[in-house]
């Protein structure tokens, strides 16, 4: 090659790389590789030797990479429909570049705030007499030094031009949109801390409830097996929230740079596949338990209609199954989980995908208003009408409403913004998304297995008894099988034996005694 200012087209080639030194002795103004569509790689050292180009045009090709070297003199760069182009190199190294028109709007993140250096000579009048800039009067050259500059004008006088003296601006695009804001997955520091605590308290808690009641000698009841399948929805919730902390945590300060593998790998479809099955999983689980004790409790004394294991594996098989076909829709174009960084389907661009949406949410708005109906009927399905609230009311009731109040908590925040963004009137920002996304969509994943299992007393038990086949906490594991054998002698045995046979309101008064602590025990562990 010569040293000649050259401007080379070379559109449309079959070339798939280009070599080392490829340009040496080369001065490039402008250099078009656009639509090579077999051009995957050019040599980290393929502008060595030469000087610039000005002007680089990649569109339409499959580059992974650009050079690191040789790029300080782009001013212009065009990257268009190059989707292979995921990364660039560090925004240092662009020290001219004026200009850029790239594929993805997350790159243009990376050129915000970043000083350019224009390397010619009006550049350097405007380095060293910046200080001229700050005076608006007009100057005969015998006053300035630019008279030594400009000898040979015959110029009586000059003027400033300002939009010379000021800085030249970037102009990128595609610009960052709302739904893509220039940010790390967690856009405030607040939240890093967050969502690290809850998940770990989600997983954790859950995993000691499925290990406990798997692990437990008594046998699997309607009411356990129902918690089983809680606890491993909320800890598939626990996970989206790790995944989702840890690539944060990986790419805090520079997710523009991994913004598209991320929002496009599986990685992001895996993380978005777990929320939402763990999400559907959860609040259909809490319907069938909160179903499954109203129906308990309603029907106390007729024990051919109680809720039998045969009949709750088929139901839960179902909800496996619908909350499974939820979280695949997105995954075969049905909304999609690419669309924003914490992995959520938030794409309503088409009908379908509105439709997908606003069929989810009213879902669960339609399963909070049953937990509530039958809480409420529970309520005073166990007051014993005859006497006046005692202590046991009230405490029942209390935690009726803690349960109720945490549903709530969880679902209406996300509902009331979710169906505004499904009709396209957002009244809530990506960024403010991600405040709900910690502080609320989780709350029950946290608060489910404290609620309905380890703050019970039947799951005590259960783990002091566990404990105790390592060694741990004998004394306190006995004080439990005592109690129990007490009891069973007491109310299962004694009660109902002798010459008189209960009547049918003794009966029912003392299934609906046992029914009532199962209730205010939350989880129903005990049979009758």
Partial sequence: MNNESVTLKLYGNGFEEIQSHA???????????????????????????????????????????????????IQTLIATSSYSLKKLPSREKFTSLLDATLTYPSHCCAFRNLPTKEQNFSFSIFKNFSKQCESTARRPN????????????????????????????LQCAPEPDAFNPCEDI????????????????AIMGNVTVLFVLLTSRYKLTVPRFLMCNLSFADFCMGLYLLLIASVDAQTKGQYYNHAIDWQTGNGCSAAGFFTVFASELSVYTLTVITLERWHTITYAIQLDQKLRLRHAVPI???????STLIAMLPLVGVSNYMKVSICLPMDVETTLSQVYILTIL?????????????????????????????????????KMAVLIFTDFTCMAPISFFAISAAFKVPLITVTNSK??????????????????????????????????????CKHRAELYRRKDFS???????????????????????TTLQCQYSAVLDKTCYKEC
């Fill in 23 to 73: 340009f040496n002795g080369t001065t490039l103004i402008s250099l078009e590789l656009k639509e090579n569509a077999h051009l995957e790689k050019m040599h980290n050292e393929a502008f060595q030797g030469a000087t610039g180009p000005s002007i680089l045009d990649i569109s339409s090709t499959k580059l992974q990479a650009l050079p690191s070297y040789g790029l300080e003199s």
């Fill in 142 to 169: 015998n006053e300035t030094l630019y008279s030594a500059i400009f000898a040979e004008s015959e110029l009586s006088g000059w003027d400033y031009d300002y939009g010379f003296c000021s800085p030249k601006t």
């Fill in 186 to 201: 967690m856009g405030y520091n607040f939240l890093r801390v967050l969502i690290w605590l809850i998940n770990i308290l």
């Fill in 316 to 322: 839960m098989l179902g909800g496996w199954l619908f």
């Fill in 362 to 398: 009213i879902l669960n708005v339609v399963a909070f208003i049953i937990i509530c109906a039958c809480y409420i009927k529970i309520y005073f399905a166990v007051q014993n009408p005859e006497l006046m609230a005692t202590n046991k009311d009230t405490k029942i009731a209390k």
């Fill in 435 to 472: 405040v709900l996304l910690v502080l609320f969509y989780p709350v029950n994943s946290c608060a489910n297995p404290f609620l309905y299992a380890i703050f019970t007393k039947a799951f005590r038990r259960d783990f002091f008894l566990l404990l105790s086949k390592f060694g741990c």
């Fill in 487 to 509: 009891a069973y002698t007491s109310n299962c045995k004694n009660g109902f034996t002798g010459s008189n046979k209960p009547s049918q309101s003794t009966l029912k008064l």
